[in-house]
């Protein structure tokens, strides 16, 4: 399943790209940076699943709001192994997996609950800041304990993939693949 970073293949000429991982990958990051440079637009799937106060939507209408986008002719969705629905990875043209070790999701996660404490993340609906405490404790824990369930998550997720796979294991293919994207976009801008 895995693809080597120098063989990005038809990313950079698809119009539907689905980027999964677990927490603390850089699903967001990444997605925004690919969207800056193909001009395509992003959904996260964190602005379909949350109301405010860190409440989820019904499952249902999650579903219902990503295949909503999934049947337009262009976009980037990213998210976790629930993501990869039936009707996004049978339009996707590419998926992502941003497959980062432990130690680096943990890291990150850390890390932007600091620099957004007391504020909320741009992807997320409004009413649902970061703010230290019990459920941010546990959200970091749950990252550092659901590692093997998510990779099989995605794993399972990705065996219904038509499309390229690109799987990315380190910060260093993904700095490999936006610098590329980078180049890309300045040749098309010229």
Do not use: Y
Request: include cysteine.
């Amino acid at each position: 399943m895995r693809t080597q970073p120098s063989g990005f293949g038809g990313l950079f000429s698809a119009r539907r790209i689905v980027v999964v991982g677990a927490n603390g990958a850089g699903k967001t990051w990444f997605a925004n940076r690919l969207s800056a440079a193909l001009g395509c637009d992003v959904t996260h799937n964190d602005a379909l699943a949350l109301t405010t106060q860190w409440a989820h939507r019904e499952k249902a209408d999650i579903r219902l709001a990503r295949d909503a986008i999934a049947a337009r002719e262009a976009w980037i969705i990213e998210g976790g192994p629930s993501t990869l629905s039936g009707v996004v990875l049978d339009r996707a043209q590419v998926t992502v997996w941003l497959d980062m070790p432990r130690w680096v999701r943990v890291r990150r996660v850390l890390w932007r609950s600091v620099v957004f404490m007391g504020r909320q993340r741009p992807e997320h609906p409004t009413g649902n800041r970061e703010w230290p405490g019990r459920r941010q404790t546990r959200f970091i824990a749950k990252t550092w304990a659901s590692d093997a369930a998510m990779r099989r998550a995605i794993t399972a997720g990705l065996e219904r993939c038509a499309g390229q796979i690109l799987h990315l294991v380190s910060p260093a293919e993904v700095a490999t693949l936006l610098a590329h994207a980078d180049r890309v976009k300045a040749q098309t801008d010229d």
